[in-house]
């Protein structure tokens, strides 16, 4: 059973509809362009694949990563493979990946979290909620490049080399003032 077959038995595509999606995937098109082309949504794209390779289905909807998550995965690694930390529950850090096909990807991540000594689970998540997750990673560096301005604005080097603390009631951008702003 393929892809295809699981969307007609679901009747989300007809029997006529097939012979178009091989012969448009025949010519290079990507299975998932040609059906989300032909008004198939792409939870549904996602539900199918998972349902035909047998890995579970993760919707990450408004649900944040963890940020001690994204700690196991590089954000490079994770955008080039196209795998992210979701969670981590029971001490096994759980995976979503956009293409459990590619093995590339697959011996990627068995690398990195084997230097990271954590069990993990995959799930197959769509294309929104990976990049839903790359954000996230893009909130943390932003947050950690302002706090790290901020604390060089507070501390001054004078000639010997000494570090001087400004005043924090005459500075707004005082200690004080950062770890209340702190993430």
């Known amino acids: ?19 178009e999606i091989k012969d448009r995937t025949g010519k290079g098109e990507i299975l998932d362009q040609v059906l989300i082309e032909r008004g198939i949504k792409p939870e549904e794209i996602v539900k199918a694949r998972g349902e035909f390779l ?18 196991y995965i590089p954000e490079e690694s994770a955008a080039h493979y196209k795998f992210v930390p979701i969670g981590i529950k029971d001490g096994t850090l759980e995976v979503g990946i956009v293409d459990p096909d590619n093995i590339e990807a697959r011996d990627a991540l068995n ?19 990976f990049n839903k997750v790359i954000e996230s990673y893009k909130g943390i560096s932003g947050e950690v490049s302002k706090a790290l301005s901020e604390l060089e604005t507070v501390l001054s080097v004078d000639k010997e080399g000494t570090i001087e603390k400004k005043d924090a009631k005459t500075d707004p951008k005082s200690e004080a003032f950062i770890i209340e702003d702190a993430p």
């Open 1 to 19: 059973m393929s892809i295809i077959d699981i969307l007609l038995s679901k009747n989300l595509i007809s029997k006529g509809d097939i012979k």
């Open 54 to 71: 047998n890995i579970p289905v993760k919707s990450l909807g408004d649900t944040t990563v963890p940020f001690e998550a994204l700690d």
């Open 111 to 129: 690398f990195i979290v084997a230097k990271k000594n954590i069990p993990y689970k995959i799930y197959i998540i769509s294309v929104d909620d």
